[in-house]
């Protein structure tokens, strides 16, 4: 198994249908209660693990999807409500070494409940014209909803697959 892509890399078909969005949509639904199921037999010595050698912990990855799929729902709404706004990336390596990213995994958990429970009502509700507005990412360039979905739906089972491995592999 590749540690750093466990999944595979991201990989988008251009010709996105209803039925894969939807598909994407209960990853993004399903994702925190798979993470609070792994997280309640998680030990300490799991958490401070690094998934791989030269990666975070285990700990921050769970923190690191809450700051992540916080940004993909601010982003889902600028292309929503804006014309191809230029959305501003974020340095996900030292928002990892913050402080806050030292708390329990529950505190991200909960935040991903209550943010997953919104966005999904919130990607629900968007029709195929919808999908396809855009925002601009200054490194990858015009990325549509329906892309994004795709990627956040990829990003939560990539991470939880890090999660997983570590969490198997000590046990």
Known sequence: M??????GKFHLNQDITEQQIDNWINDIEMLPQL????????TEEELNTPYRKGGWTVRHVFHHLADSHLNAYIRFKLAITEDKPTIKPYEQDKWANLADSNEPVAVSIKLLESLHHRMVILLRSLTMEDVQKVFIHPELGAVTI??????????????????????????
């Open 2 to 7: 590749d540690e750093k892509f466990p999944i």
């Open 35 to 42: 993470l609070r199921e792994i997280a309640v037999n998680a």
């Open 146 to 171: 329906s892309q994004n979905i795709a990627l956040y739906s990829w990003h939560g089972r990539h991470h939880l697959a890090h999660i997983s491995s570590v969490c198997t592999r000590t046990a």
